[in-house]
């Protein structure tokens, strides 16, 4: 069975703190996404990772930074948290590109006080 | 700019009878339409997917429609069950994206009354 893991359910960070989500993919995958997801905005692409080492942009980056160091690992990393980062965020991979076929992981609630 | 917009934000439908959840894209130059599933507690599920140059597919009790004259998507259910309930999003790859770009919709939540 295909699976995206986060390393977290639930965080609760205080502002300006530096805030590390880790997620795992056990399906070779070369894409890798992070959304960021709130009530009445759907998903919105933070950044995504196309091969190891690579990173791109999504339509969110702002205060956010990434590192995939390893095929099966990426990490989204907060610099400084804030307040209103405060939201679900969800890893996914895929195979091909645009997501189709994508698989999610369970998402990481974060809390910024 | 890229949008994909639900015309309702719930709904509501007797366990049994068949429920269609509505989109409406703005990007014309799409290559894929996808519909995601999310329980709660879970991260969205892949449903079902149609390329831009189809206007119909169906899976196991899920049918999709792309209407391309007028930017619209709709996820067909059919014989809704209680394990349908959940957030229905609708999805659009751009080309302009290079297929990396996901654009989704605010999503519908879906009940299901028994």
């Known amino acids: 069975d295909v699976k995206v893991t986060q390393s977290s359910r639930y965080l609760v960070k205080r502002t300006g703190e530096k805030v590390f989500l880790e997620c795992v993919q056990d399906?070779?995958?070369?894409?890798m996404f992070w959304y960021r997801q709130d009530p009445g905005l759907g998903l919105r692409l933070i950044y995504f990772?196309?091969?190891?080492?690579?990173?791109e942009k999504g339509d969110i980056p702002e205060g956010y930074s990434v590192s995939r160091e390893k095929k099966e690992r990426f990490s989204l990393i907060l610099e400084s948290a804030s307040t209103n980062q405060t939201s679900m965020y969800l890893c996914?991979?895929?195979?091909?590109?645009?997501?189709?076929?994508?698989?999610f992981g369970q998402g990481t609630r974060l809390t910024v006080v | 700019g890229e949008s994909v917009g639900l015309h309702l934000p719930t709904l509501s439908v007797q366990e049994g009878d068949n429920s269609i959840i509505n989109c409406a894209y703005s990007?014309?130059?799409?290559?894929?339409f996808i519909w995601y599933k999310q329980e709660s507690g879970k991260g969205p599920q892949f449903i079902i997917d149609?390329?831009?140059?189809?206007d119909k597919r169906q899976g196991q009790r899920v049918t999709v429609l792309l209407n391309k004259t007028v930017k619209h998507l709709s996820l067909q259910i059919a014989a809704t069950q209680p394990g349908d309930s959940a957030v229905y999003f609708c999805?659009?790859?751009?080309?302009?994206?290079?297929?990396?770009?996901?654009?989704f919709g605010a999503g519908t939540r879906l009940f299901v009354k028994a």
């Open positions: 990007n014309s130059a799409s290559d894929y």
């Open positions: 996914a991979s895929s195979q091909d590109r645009g997501g189709t076929e994508a698989f």
């Open positions: 399906m070779d995958h070369e894409n």
């Open positions: 999805a659009e790859i751009p080309n302009s994206s290079g297929g990396f770009k996901t654009i």
């Open positions: 990772s196309y091969d190891v080492k690579m990173k």
């Open positions: 149609i390329r831009s140059n189809m």
